[in-house]
């Protein structure tokens, strides 16, 4: 026969016979069609055809000469490797090669998606047509092939980006909403062409592939109710809707696995096709049951960025779903785009929004935190106020006892008042140290819960994390010490060192501290009141450090003995205190600014100094150089084991 262009089975009439015959392939469970076909080469020359049969899960062809021997075979089609394809292209093309004036017998067998019947057209090309089918062809191959790459590039980022911050914050919104984008990810893995390294080794194995399209669908569809839960808070906003959505999710990520078994171990079954088309009609249904609850029933600043991303996503699935609907576009430019693409699309449309929706998420999340970091000061505030109250009434009834006694008891002997008296005394005096220390706490707290917000204003979440891991550690000290009169001094300065970390990062190490003990002490043997240093060492830092443009900042403490007694050195070479004065004279809130840690201090050293631990006395110098310039603070802390 003459072929100058492209020719079809119904319009062969000369030298070409063809029929069709339905054969049962009972090993795969599917009915193959049998298209049998002659082919005369009427040409002066060998030449070769193109036979194109596409649009089926598998077509095989068998090319025999005039004695029945084959000449050739060639498969292709959705369910065929891509090793096997003639040119490894996805169109369905089987080369033909006939000798001048040579009559081949074509056998076709061909068998349709999951048992349907299969498209019994055939096409044959000439060389010339086919080139330039595929040059055409090649156009739309590459603007879908530029939309996937483009999908898997986008969510890949944001799943990188997703994971990163559930990995840092354990937020289950953020672990959630990177496992759908990783099903997502998978998705536009396995829609990739053969382009790519990762799309010719997953078309090596095409029915494992096809077989995991539609499961991955089904689990990404789950993954995205389970994260809706969280982002929309529907366990507080609507429990109904919350247990709803749970069940969905988990009913699908079942049915995502029989789905997978069924068409991996048995492609070919009948009721596929309808099973596909149902499955995908009770997803719409859920979409719009979902969206009509959102926006009847849930109140939430960030719903119209959900309703918009998910009708935006419903959309298109439905144009992805459905191939009349799509075909309106046959003559426009997104003609090119496969139902695959339309999917894409809605999936990076409705992660914009959802994006947006995320952003006001997490500063709602951060408020919140703040709300009760406040609240956590706030009843701090409170406890403290009670406990005052409680030392008052404890003040009162001592008072009450003790003048009952001297009325009582106006025979006793004066020492066994005098020891009564003390006892009480004593009593008072360690619920005094323990009010004082309970008021310690709180604004040291204070200051340090001030020191993460700042870090977590300035988006500096490695950091704050770091420093909050620091803060814990030392804020479990600080329970650990404040039911305790006196603590050993290794104890005092470790907990020191832990604050003096903390300022450092706080004031982001513009100065450098260090901590020197006399080897010939025992510092564990050595009992001081806990929190002790701590004040003087924030006054150094706050007042004369931060103040301060030296390049080369420090914050020394030295613990030395000296004529019997204990000295504890804190050097810093800040601006000195005449200048520290200066600075605070001038500030506008000053009369707000007396340091309070200080005058707890000064109230814990007197009450302290009444006990029979020892004295500590308190010596300040000003380090100044030969011409009277200050060189800094030396904060002297003498304790005294015996009276002087």
């Given at each position: 026969?003459?072929?100058?262009?492209?020719?079809?089975?119904?319009?062969?009439?000369?030298?070409?016979?063809?029929?069709?015959?339905?054969?049962?392939?009972?090993?795969?469970?599917?009915?193959?069609?049998?298209?049998?076909?002659?082919?005369?080469?009427?040409?002066?020359?060998d030449t070769s055809f193109y036979l194109r049969n596409c649009d089926n899960g598998i077509s095989e062809?068998?090319?025999?000469?005039?004695?029945?021997?084959?000449?050739?075979?060639?498969?292709?089609?959705?369910?065929?490797?891509?090793?096997?394809?003639?040119g490894q292209d996805e169109?369905?093309?089987?080369?033909?090669?006939?000798?001048?004036?040579?009559?081949?017998?074509?056998?076709?067998?061909?068998?349709?998606?999951?048992?349907?019947?299969?498209?019994?057209?055939?096409?044959?090309?000439?060389?010339?047509?086919?080139?330039?089918?595929?040059?055409?062809?090649?156009?739309?191959?590459?603007?879908?092939?530029?939309?996937?790459?483009?999908?898997?590039?986008?969510?890949?980022?944001?799943?990188?980006?997703?994971?990163?911050?559930?990995?840092n914050s354990r937020q289950a919104l953020y672990g959630?909403?990177?496992?759908?984008?990783?099903?997502?990810?998978?998705?536009?893995?396995l829609r990739i062409g053969p382009t790519t390294l990762i799309g010719y080794f997953t078309l090596q194995f095409p029915v494992l592939k096809a077989s995991l399209i539609s499961p991955m669908i089904l689990v990404a569809v789950a993954g995205y109710a389970w994260f809706i839960n969280e982002l929309l808070d529907l366990k507080h906003q609507r429990?109904?809707?919350?247990?709803?959505?749970?069940?969905?999710?988990?009913?699908?990520?079942?049915?995502s696995l029989v789905d997978w078994l069924v068409y991996y171990t048995m492609p070919n079954l009948p009721f596929q096709a309808t099973s596909f088309f149902i499955i995908r009609i009770v997803l719409v249904l859920i979409n719009l049951y979902i969206l009509f609850s959102v926006a009847v029933f849930v109140k939430s600043s960030i719903k119209k960025y959900y309703i918009i991303g998910n009708s935006l996503f419903l959309i298109f699935g439905v144009v992805a779903a459905f191939k009349e609907i799509n075909a309106v576009f046959s003559s426009t430019y997104f003609a090119k785009l496969n139902n695959a693409n339309w999917y894409m699309v809605g999936i990076m449309l409705e992660c914009i929004f959802f994006a947006f929706a995320l952003g006001i998420r997490i500063k709602e999340l951060q408020q919140e935190k703040q709300?009760?970091?406040?609240?956590?000061?706030e009843q701090m505030q409170v406890n403290e106020k009670l406990m005052l109250e409680a030392n008052q009434q404890l003040e009162l009834k001592v008072a009450e006892r003790t003048a009952h006694i001297l009325e009582q008891e106006k025979k006793i002997e004066t020492a066994t008042l005098q020891k009564t008296k003390a006892y009480y005394e004593k009593q008072l005096s360690e619920s005094r140290m323990q009010a004082l220390r309970s008021r310690m706490n709180p604004h040291f707290l204070f200051n340090s819960l001030n020191s993460i917000k700042y870090f977590i204003l300035k988006n500096e979440n490695d950091t704050a994390a770091f420093y909050l891991n620091k803060f814990s550690k030392l804020l479990r000290q600080i329970l650990e010490y404040s039911n305790r009169e006196t603590i050993s001094l290794q104890q005092e300065l470790d907990t020191l060192k832990l604050y003096l970390e903390i300022e450092s990062l706080r004031f982001d190490q513009s100065f450098h501290y260090h901590i020197e003990v006399d080897e010939n002490l025992l510092p564990e043997k050595i009992q001081v009141p806990p929190l002790i240093l701590q004040p003087f060492v924030e006054n150094a830092i706050w007042h004369g450090l931060a103040n301060s443009d030296k390049s080369d900042k420090f914050c020394k403490v030295e613990v030395n003995k000296l004529n019997g007694n204990i000295r504890i050195s804190i050097i810093d070479n800040g601006v000195g205190r005449a200048v520290a004065a200066i600075i605070k004279e001038n500030k506008v809130n000053k009369?707000?600014?007396?340091?309070?840690?200080?005058?707890?201090?000064?109230?814990?050293i007197s009450i302290f100094n009444t006990g029979s631990n020892g004295k500590l006395k308190i010596a300040v110098e000003d380090n100044v150089d030969e011409t009277e310039l200050a060189l800094g603070t030396t904060i002297n802390i003498t304790l005294q084991n015996e009276p002087a």
């Open positions: 026969m003459s072929l100058d262009s492209v020719s079809t089975v119904s319009e062969w009439n000369n030298g070409v016979k063809g029929n069709q015959l339905a054969v049962t392939d009972k090993t795969k469970r599917s009915q193959k069609y049998s298209i049998d076909l002659s082919l005369l080469n009427d040409y002066a020359a062809l068998i090319v025999k000469d005039a004695r029945g021997q084959v000449l050739a075979t060639q498969k292709t089609g959705y369910y065929s490797s891509i090793k096997e394809r003639f169109q369905g093309f089987m080369p033909v090669t006939l000798k001048a004036g040579a009559l081949a017998n074509i056998q076709l067998l061909v068998s349709g998606y999951n048992g349907a019947r299969p498209d019994m057209s055939v096409s044959i090309y000439s060389a010339e047509a086919y080139y330039k089918f595929y040059k055409d062809s090649t156009v739309t191959a590459n603007t879908q092939e530029y939309i996937t790459i483009f999908f898997i590039g986008s969510i890949f980022m944001m799943l990188v980006f997703f994971w990163f911050m559930y990995i959630r909403y990177a496992m759908y984008l990783t099903m997502q990810l998978v998705y536009g893995l429990p109904s809707l919350h247990k709803q959505l749970k069940w969905v999710s988990i009913g699908l990520w079942c049915y709300i009760t970091s406040k609240r956590l000061i009369l707000n600014e007396e340091s309070f840690g200080m005058k707890i201090t000064e109230e814990r």
